[in-house]
């Protein structure tokens, strides 16, 4: 499962973009809210508490880190991670720096995932709308079908890739820790831009407010 469930919300979320459009669904904008408030309940309830815990000196400085370094990588991508994509697609040029910057941040989200079945959730709930967003992008772009799914495999396999390191490599607990503290980062920024910018206007409203609320319960009492 560990490995199995980031590839399905891959696959999920190719199926939404064919299906609906993900940049103007009520429906679809509800679940990237949803995704975002679990993302963060999650990362507040679970990975603060424990890498705050750990004793390591400096935890703060790298949850900053992560969070500078998702600020870098969204430069990179134009802000898919967060439910937006302001590439060209009239481009047949491969997106190389797109590619670089969503396959780093899914491969530093997967160190943590084997130490926590919520967290595990959080990131496949995430993942969703991403890949749908990211999909609907090339399909329609002009790189070709065959470098759009192998867009979409890479991106897939980054995310069990990072668990898998980490769990069948020796990294020692300060290292990891470490980590975790950056991915904290990384977490904290996209989970609060999604948010504040995936409805119009940057405001709430009642269904909003109500699938928010429902990610921040689901993830407290999970």
């Not at 009520?26 to 975002?36: C, D, I, K, N, P």
């Not at 880190?65 to 898919?80: N, R, T, W």
């Not at 496949?124 to 470098?147: E, N, Q, T, W, Y």
């Not at 991106?155 to 390191?165: K, V």
């Amino acid at each position: 499962m560990l490995y199995l469930l980031p590839l399905a919300a891959v696959l999920i979320g190719c199926l939404i973009s064919l299906f609906l459009k993900p940049t103007s669904s009520t429906g679809f904008q509800l679940l990237l809210s949803f995704s975002g408030a679990f993302l963060l309940a999650v990362t507040v309830f679970e990975m603060l508490p424990e890498v705050y815990n750990s004793g390591f000196e400096k935890v703060g400085i790298f949850i900053m880190a992560g969070l500078l370094l998702q600020i870098f990588l969204e430069f990179l991508s134009k802000g898919v991670e967060h439910g937006h994509i302001h590439q060209d697609n009239n481009s047949v040029k491969f997106p190389f720096l797109l590619l670089f910057s969503l396959s780093l941040h899914a491969l530093l989200e997967g160190f943590p995932l084997n130490q926590s079945s919520e967290l595990l959730h959080g990131v496949v709930i995430h993942k969703i709308p991403v890949a749908a967003i990211l999909a609907s992008f090339l399909f329609h772009s002009k790189i070709g079908k065959f470098r759009a799914f192998l867009f979409l495999i890479i991106f897939g396999l980054m995310t069990p890739l990072g668990s898998w390191i980490n769990s069948n490599f020796d990294i020692s607990e300060t290292y990891s820790t470490y980590i975790n503290a950056m991915v904290i980062g990384i977490f904290l920024h996209v989970s609060t831009t999604i948010l504040f910018e995936a409805s119009k206007n940057h405001s709430f409203n009642a269904s909003k407010l109500a699938v928010v609320i429902a990610g921040i319960f689901l993830a407290y009492f999970l």
